[in-house]
């Protein structure tokens, strides 16, 4: 849903790191610096519902390969117990797709796959809407469904798809 143009640069086989077993996540860990570990990083569920990690500052789309995702956001890792990764924080913070909430059980699935224990839900959930009367995608702050953009009144429920409808 982002602009056209960031999807366009994805070249082939693209895409954030596909992360489907433990020792992958491992691996990739061991790849990142001391300064990129302390940030949050970029994920996707991609439509297979595999997890792809990438640096924070990459988009989402680019992450995804240009594809259609399950769920998308920013995600942190510590150590957990007897060496296995935990999830510190996980958020559903992606302008370019704008997951709703209940893209959840897509994320926890992902995770549990790649051997990382999950929170009960999103550390930091978004909730994000299209604006009915201007189309705009905005997010909505402090249960206050008013469009930013033209004052309009949100729907209560998530509306946010690629051909700008409703629906998941």
Known sequence: MGPPELKAGVGPGGGGRRIRSAADFAAWAAE???????????????GEGVLRLAPRRSEHVACAGGE??????EIGFVPGAAGRW???????????????????PAVAHA?????????????????FRRCPDC??????????????FCGGALPPVWNVSPAGGSGR
């Not at 259609?68 to 956001?73: T, Y």
């Not at 935990?86 to 959840?104: E, R």
């Open 135 to 148: 189309r705009e995608r905005t997010i909505v702050r402090e249960d206050d469904f008013v469009c930013v």
């Open 32 to 46: 990142q610096s001391a300064a990129e570990a302390a940030e949050p990083f970029t994920f996707v569920v991609d």
């Open 86 to 104: 935990t999830v510190g924080d996980v958020s559903n913070h992606s302008t370019g797709y704008c997951p709703d909430a209940g893209s959840w």
């Open 111 to 127: 995770l549990d796959q790649a051997g990382l224990v999950p929170p009960s839900g999103f550390t930091h959930e978004v909730v």
């Open 68 to 73: 259609p995702v399950l769920s998308a956001g």
